[in-house]
């Protein structure tokens, strides 16, 4: 792979429309008990949040607070049904039954659910498999100042993703089908689409710069696409260029240039894994997770962290910002842990208020937006010298899979915060032994009424009557229903579950889970085949 090619991708696009790297992200709202949010403005003086001029500051999502002054009761009765059909409504499950080479896929199932803290839910995620090359990618998107930015990257970014692993002659025939216009080679199967999207009407906008994108991977002339590692990092980088320069370049349709601008000016982190045959890539930029759960030869489980949050308790990271600006700034770049005093994630897509110059913010803001109506805010962050301050570039960590890995839980932040990396395998784990083994054998047993009763009053006491089918169910109930002692607490499950919009994201964030099962048979057999 040519050296070059890193700042190919870069200064390709930059000669499209001109400006990139010229900017930052704030995103803020009051501080909350409890669970934080990613934005907060409530440390900044009042005189950097303003309403007018575009010039006099940085556009921010508005946030919203509870603004009652007196403590309520937010508990309602809820019945163990009620409690359950609320939890179960966002989860669904999939079976893999792909092949690879006659051997059948390394992921066996996957399951997920979501439960949403703010109104309308941040969180975005996604499974689909690609179809010109091998792979399942799996996503987990949590996003800030509204939903728009990871809508977009939940929708769009495996579509870049599959484009950089395209050989030259799948791209070449790509690109006929467009010059000719034919229909396109398939490029995704979607496993579980982000859900319905509001940029329909921008889709061909998508498509056009995705479509820039391959033309210049066939400029290199490369036989073969990108490497695994190489495909993550440029593809993260490159829509987050996309999604900036999208808003630069002059846009005539309203509906596109609100919507663009609405992205750009939210943002989202994100995580994402790659699995073909034994090898995992994660590649991960903010403070959502992904870990492996596994359980060797003597049955043992342990937890291996697959990514690190990108935030201020990160010693890395502290060092490459500064490293990246200049060492009168050393004391300005985290306020109160935050980026700048405002944002928790110091790598997000979108968030340009965190990448551009003042200048470019004012000269696109300038253009005559209803920031009023598109519920954006002026704002000047303290300390804003040397931009960007925020990157997209993620970590990438490979993992060559072993039958002794079973299963991998990305999960937004909302999971993390409530729930250690390994309470969450013990938690799988231990919802494999409640659905999968231990269950009482009648046939062995005597049929008689007292041991019916007896294993009865077992199974009720143990809750195996209504044990979630679910692992990421499972893993959301216990996060926002258990104790400081890990004891389940079924009264605080309901009001966990029954607190008013307003108030919600002041005792949790949305939690988004996805927990994937790997298949140990096929695994091993890639091993004795000597499969790569």
Same mark, same amino acid.
């Given at each position: 792979?040519?050296?070059?090619?890193?700042?190919?991708?870069?200064?390709?696009?930059?000669?499209?429309?001109?400006?990139?790297?010229?900017?930052?992200?704030?995103?803020?709202?009051?501080?909350?008990?409890?669970?934080?949010?990613?934005?907060?403005?409530?440390?900044?003086?009042?005189?950097?949040?303003?309403?007018?001029?575009?010039?006099?500051?940085?556009?921010?999502?508005?946030?919203?607070?509870?603004?009652?002054?007196?403590?309520?009761?937010?508990?309602?009765?809820?019945?163990?049904?009620?409690?359950?059909?609320?939890?179960?409504?966002?989860?669904?499950?999939? =079976?893999?039954?792909?092949?690879?080479?006659?051997?059948?896929?390394?992921?066996?199932?996957?399951?997920?659910?979501?439960?949403?803290?703010?109104?309308?839910?941040?969180?975005?995620?996604?499974?689909?498999?690609?179809? !010109?090359?091998?792979?399942?990618?799996?996503?987990?998107?949590?996003?800030?100042?509204?939903?728009?930015?990871?809508?977009?990257?939940?929708?769009?970014?495996?579509?870049?993703?599959?484009?950089?692993?395209?050989?030259?002659?799948?791209?070449? !025939?790509?690109?006929?089908?467009?010059?000719?216009?034919?229909?396109?080679?398939?490029?995704?199967?979607?496993?579980?689409?982000?859900?319905?999207?509001?940029? =329909?009407?921008?889709?061909?906008?998508?498509?056009?710069?995705?479509?820039?994108? +391959? !033309?210049?991977?066939?400029?290199?002339?490369?036989?073969?696409?990108?490497?695994?590692?190489?495909?993550?990092?440029?593809?993260?980088?490159?829509?987050?260029?996309?999604?900036?320069?999208?808003?630069?370049?002059?846009?005539?349709?309203?509906?596109?240039?609100?919507?663009?601008?609405?992205?750009?000016?939210?943002?989202?982190?994100?995580?994402?894994?790659?699995? %073909?045959?034994?090898?995992?890539?994660?590649?991960?930029?903010?403070?959502?997770?992904?870990?492996?759960?596994?359980?060797?030869? %003597?049955?043992?489980?342990?937890?291996?962290?697959?990514?690190?949050?990108?935030?201020? +308790?990160?010693?890395?990271?502290?060092?490459?910002?500064?490293?990246?600006?200049?060492?009168?700034?050393?004391?300005?770049?985290?306020?109160?842990?935050?980026?700048?005093?405002?944002?928790?994630?110091?790598?997000?897509?979108?968030?340009?208020?965190?990448?551009?110059?003042?200048?470019?913010?004012?000269?696109?803001?300038?253009?005559?937006?209803?920031?009023?109506?598109?519920?954006?805010?002026?704002?000047?962050?303290?300390?804003?010298?040397?931009?960007?301050?925020?990157?997209?570039?993620?970590?990438?960590?490979?993992?060559?899979?072993?039958?002794?890995? =079973?299963?991998?839980?990305?999960?937004?932040?909302?999971? +993390?915060?409530?729930?250690? %990396?390994?309470?969450?395998?013990?938690?799988?784990?231990?919802?494999?032994?409640?659905?999968?083994?231990?269950?009482?054998?009648?046939?062995?047993?005597?049929?008689?009424?007292?041991?019916?009763?007896?294993?009865?009053?077992?199974? =009720?006491?143990?809750?195996?009557?209504?044990?979630?089918?679910?692992?990421?169910?499972?893993?959301?109930?216990?996060?926002?229903?258990?104790?400081?002692?890990?004891?389940?607490?079924?009264?605080?499950?309901?009001?966990?579950?029954?607190?008013?919009?307003?108030?919600?994201?002041?005792?949790?964030?949305?939690?988004?889970?996805?927990?994937?099962?790997? %298949?140990?048979?096929?695994?091993?057999?890639?091993?004795?085949?000597?499969?790569?």
């Amino acid at each position: 792979m040519p050296s070059t090619v890193s700042s190919w991708i870069f200064s390709s696009a930059r000669t499209r429309i001109a400006v990139l790297q010229e900017g930052r992200r704030l995103y803020s709202r009051a501080t909350l008990n409890r669970s934080q949010p990613k934005w907060r403005l409530s440390s900044l003086a009042p005189s950097t949040v303003k309403n007018s001029s575009p010039c006099g500051g940085f556009a921010l999502r508005k946030a919203y607070r509870h603004t009652s002054t007196e403590e309520e009761d937010f508990h309602l009765q809820l019945s163990p049904e009620q409690v359950n059909n609320m939890l179960r409504a966002g989860e669904s499950s999939h =079976k893999v039954l792909d092949f690879n080479k006659g051997v059948p896929s390394s992921v066996l199932r996957f399951e997920s659910n979501q439960l949403a803290a703010n109104s309308p839910v941040e969180d975005r995620q996604g499974v689909a498999s690609c179809v !010109q090359t091998n792979g399942m990618m799996f996503g987990i998107f949590d996003g800030h100042g509204g939903h728009a930015c990871a809508q977009a990257v939940s929708e769009r970014l495996f579509y870049y993703m599959a484009v950089s692993l395209m050989s030259h002659q799948t791209l070449e !025939q790509m690109e006929e089908a467009m010059e000719t216009m034919k229909p396109l080679l398939p490029i995704l199967q979607w496993l579980k689409h982000p859900g319905d999207s509001i940029y =329909k009407d921008v889709t061909s906008v998508h498509l056009d710069h995705l479509r820039v994108y +391959w !033309q210049e991977l066939l400029d290199l002339h490369m036989e073969m696409g990108l490497s695994i590692e190489e495909a993550l990092m440029y593809s993260f980088q490159r829509l987050d260029s996309d999604i900036s320069l999208e808003i630069q370049a002059p846009l005539e349709d309203e509906v596109t240039k609100n919507l663009s601008l609405q992205v750009a000016f939210s943002g989202a982190t994100a995580c994402m894994a790659h699995v %073909n045959g034994v090898h995992l890539h994660v590649a991960n930029a903010g403070d959502c997770r992904a870990i492996l759960g596994i359980q060797e030869d %003597n049955g043992v489980w342990s937890c291996l962290p697959l990514t690190c949050d990108h935030n201020a +308790w990160n010693e890395a990271e502290l060092s490459r910002l500064k490293r990246e600006h200049p060492e009168s700034e050393d004391r300005t770049l985290i306020i109160d842990d935050r980026l700048l005093g405002v944002l928790l994630p110091c790598r997000a897509f979108g968030d340009v208020q965190l990448k551009w110059s003042k200048e470019l913010q004012c000269s696109v803001l300038g253009r005559g937006f209803d920031t009023e109506a598109l519920n954006i805010y002026q704002f000047t962050p303290p300390h804003y010298y040397t931009p960007p301050y925020l990157t997209a570039k993620p970590e990438v960590t490979y993992h060559r899979l072993r039958p002794q890995d =079973k299963f991998l839980v990305l999960a937004s932040d909302g999971l +993390w915060d409530m729930l250690s %990396n390994e309470e969450v395998v013990r938690l799988v784990v231990g919802h494999l032994s409640k659905v999968g083994l231990h269950k009482p054998d009648l046939d062995r047993r005597p049929a008689n009424l007292g041991l019916m009763q007896s294993l009865l009053l077992q199974r =009720k006491a143990s809750g195996l009557h209504a044990a979630d089918q679910n692992a990421a169910t499972h893993l959301i109930r216990h996060a926002i229903g258990s104790n400081e002692y890990g004891e389940m607490e079924p009264e605080r499950l309901a009001a966990m579950l029954t607190l008013p919009e307003d108030v919600a994201r002041m005792y949790r964030d949305d939690i988004t889970v996805m927990v994937v099962f790997f %298949n140990s048979d096929s695994i091993a057999t890639y091993y004795k085949e000597g499969s790569e």
